[in-house]
């Protein structure tokens, strides 16, 4: 699940990180208010940043600079409802900006291989680290923290000379322990700060210091986790998740979309990703990896038909199902009733077996399902149909082209 940057701000202020104090804005005259109580703080000048779970806001006009309170409410006047990537920007955050003298990287990320969290710095901060990493690997520093003991001092400390920062040691090696400690105490897949950088801070006499500051932050935590952090479920944003992930959770599903055609319903994550490798080698693609776990009713089966079908490129659906708690009557019967609600013809090829298996056949084959006995049939069957209905579309899309007769009921 991902966060927005303020709430991941919160995360890593709550291990002690140095994060600039920040407010958030739905309109301009709370923009207005929050950068006047900035300027009384000592800041000469605020930065407003659009609120949004995709990368690029600076580059699409969603970061911008402010000189007075009055400006700051005129910049989230152009912020505030603009598209970045497609989402709509709800909410701003308003912050003192920094005097920065260096940008660097720095990120903890879980990495499954080697069952370890991976702590990952770079000199080139302030720009997408992707890029950096694949133009020049070497630019980026990896260091494994321990499975038990988190990042050790040491490490901490060879990351801190590593980046250039021995003149800012001990606020480095707090920063880069204090990440990893947030890995854990959140169950986070990735914590980054980007830029973490050196800033020149006034006192009020005139003198001077460099300090190290968070000065944006990522955080993706384990949804899988989140049962044991009830507090964290608190910051997803539903305005900015897929309406079908939404519906899933609400009804209990595992659902992930994919880029095929072909819609999988199954239960068992075993047997979804097996359906999946099938597909595949019959020379079809998933459109979707769906669990309707254990036990499932007709109700549950009619959702997760639902969302399949409000998928657009679904052009052809496998249901394979294995009863062990799971009826297959059930299935049917949920099968059954989701056709008949659906708003599209999309053909379907069924295959149930275990529990209940022949009163879920006799059900199907009265409503006339196309049904299969074992599972490479039923995805071969499934990949067939679906190229079918691609074949049928082009045929029909070449017809339109030449000004042949369209196809379609509303123009028959």
Known sequence: MKIQEA?????????????????????????????????????????????????GRGKAGGVQLAASPAEAAEVARRILGMEIKGIVVRRVLVTAGADIVRELYLGAVLDRAARR????????????????????????????????????????????????????????????????????????????????????????????????????????????????????????DLDEEDPADVAARAEGISFIKLDGSIGCMVNGAGLAMTTMDLVKRAGGEPANFLDIGGGARADKVAAAMRLILAD???????????????????????LIEARALQVREVPMVVRIVGTNADEAARLLTEARFETARSLDEAAAKAVAAAKAVAAAKAVAAAAAGRGGPAVDGATR
């Open 117 to 236: 969290i991976l702590l990952m710095g770079s000199a080139e901060g302030g720009v997408e680290i992707e890029q950096v990493a694949a133009e020049r690997s070497e630019a980026i520093v990896r260091i494994h923290a321990h499975p038990h003991l988190g990042l050790l001092e040491w490490q901490a400390r060879r990351m801190a000379f590593a980046l250039g920062l021995g003149g800012q040691l001990a606020a480095a090696v707090a920063i880069a322990r204090g990440l990893v400690r947030t890995m854990l105490a959140c169950d986070a897949d990735l914590v980054e700060v980007n830029p973490l950088a050196v800033v020149r801070e006034r006192e009020v006499d005139g003198t001077e210091r460099l300090e190290l500051r968070c000065l944006d932050a990522k955080i993706t935590l384990d949804d899988s986790a989140l049962s044991r952090h009830p507090g964290l479920e608190d910051l997803r």
């Open 312 to 334: 657009p490129k679904v052009e052809a659906i496998l249901v394979n199902i294995f009863g062990g708690i799971t009826r297959g009557d059930e299935v049917a019967r949920g």
């Open 7 to 55: 709430d991941a701000k919160s995360l890593l202020a709550a291990q002690g990180l140095p994060v600039p104090a920040w407010e958030v804005a739905r309109t301009p005259a709370e923009a207005r208010s929050a950068a006047e109580r900035a300027f009384a703080a000592g800041a000469e000048r605020v930065v407003v940043k659009a609120q949004v779970l995709v990368g």
